[in-house]
């Protein structure tokens, strides 16, 4: 079992940064693929990062070279940087743990999830 819970969202403006921090329980947190996705209104969720136990890390085309997501297996943590925001990256941020198989870029395929952190961008 994991739990997971999301901090470090809130408003920011167009062009700011944030980092959000996803912490989590278990001893073999390092063994899992941890992701992030977002949902914003009206919209499904989608894929924004993940990075796997051996540090490889995976963009949705639309936050490569803005977010890096990277992880402090000593922390049990995830974080998501999140650099040069506007205004469509403003969303409820989600992190989401699972083990091996499956793919990265596909919320069903993650069997653990946070409450999420409420990301807002204005212009």
């Known amino acids: 079992q994991v739990q997971l819970v999301e901090s470090g969202g809130g408003l920011v403006q167009a062009g700011g940064s944030l980092r959000l921090s996803c912490a989590a329980s278990?001893?073999?947190?390092?063994?899992?693929?941890m992701g992030w996705f977002r949902q914003a209104p009206g919209k499904e969720r989608e894929f924004v990062a993940a990075?796997?136990?051996?540090?490889?890390?995976y963009y949705a085309s639309s936050v490569k070279g803005r977010f890096t997501i990277s992880r402090d297996n000593a922390k049990n943590t995830v974080y998501l940087q999140l650099n040069n925001l506007n205004t469509e990256d403003t969303a409820v941020y989600s992190c989401?743990?699972?083990?091996?198989?499956?793919?990265?870029?596909?919320?069903?395929?993650?069997?653990?999830w946070g409450q999420g952190t409420q990301v807002t961008v204005s212009s």
């Open positions: 990075i796997n136990w051996r540090d490889n890390t």
């Open positions: 989401a743990a699972k083990g091996s198989s499956g793919s990265y870029y596909d919320d069903g395929d993650y069997g653990y």
């Open positions: 278990g001893r073999t947190f390092s063994i899992y693929t």
